[in-house]
């Protein structure tokens, strides 16, 4: 009984290990989402500058 209950100590302290590496992996996941969010509005936001930029020019040349 013993063994049996240390083997269970065992693997349910392998599964906590393995639950934090998971929630750490998924933070880390969020992150690089949030990252990649932020590069694609400026990218986003630089085009749009470009584009305002490019039409005052027109009008300037007319």
Do not use: P
Not at 4 to 12: A, D, E, G, P, S
Not at 43 to 52: A, M, S, V
């Amino acid at each position: 009984m013993t063994k049996t209950l240390k083997q269970l100590v065992h693997v349910l302290w392998a599964i906590e290990k393995d639950l934090h590496v998971i929630a750490s992996n998924t933070e880390a996941l969020k992150n690089q989402m949030s990252i990649k969010e932020k590069i694609d509005q400026s990218i986003k936001n630089r085009q749009e500058d470009d584009t305002k930029k490019q039409k005052i020019r027109s009008m300037l040349d007319i």
